[in-house]
């Protein structure tokens, strides 16, 4: 009987020993292994973060290559600017028909009470803004 005992106690003594040994290794290995894994994930972004400026990059060089043609910056003031070249004529049509062409107003600025200071419209514009 004594022997089954000293026995026992020999083996729950190792096995809280190993128990004890797993545990110190394993808080040993805890915060690199953390790092390790917190490293590969700001690779991941780092990386897709230069890939996103890399094709960035390349739209610009795009870009820089279309605005050094003298023909696309003549395009592109006529377009955005109106420009237009000396001895040229610039006509610009409208239809009164075509509800796109004339600026809407809004109920608002028709509604504001005259007679009062700049102060008070704007605040009587933002008061009454969306009340039907």
Do not use: C
């Not at 608002?108 to 933002?126: E, F, H, K």
Request: aromatic share 6%.
């Amino acid at each position: 009987m004594a022997r089954r005992r000293r026995s026992h106690q020999r083996g729950s003594g190792r096995a809280l020993a190993l128990g004890v040994v797993l545990f110190l290794v394993s808080i040993t290995l805890a915060p690199p292994t953390q790092h390790y894994f917190a490293q590969r994930a700001q690779i991941r972004a780092l990386g897709a973060q230069v890939n996103a400026n890399s094709q960035a990059l390349k739209d610009a060089a795009r870009q820089l290559q279309l605005w050094r043609d003298p023909t696309y910056i003549k395009s592109q003031a006529r377009e955005r600017l109106h420009f237009i070249l000396p001895g040229e004529r610039s006509y610009i049509v409208t239809d009164p028909n075509n509800p796109t062409d004339t600026q809407p107003v809004t109920a608002v600025a028709t509604d504001l009470p005259g007679g009062l200071p700049w102060y008070d419209r704007l605040i009587s514009s933002i008061t009454e803004t969306g009340v039907k």
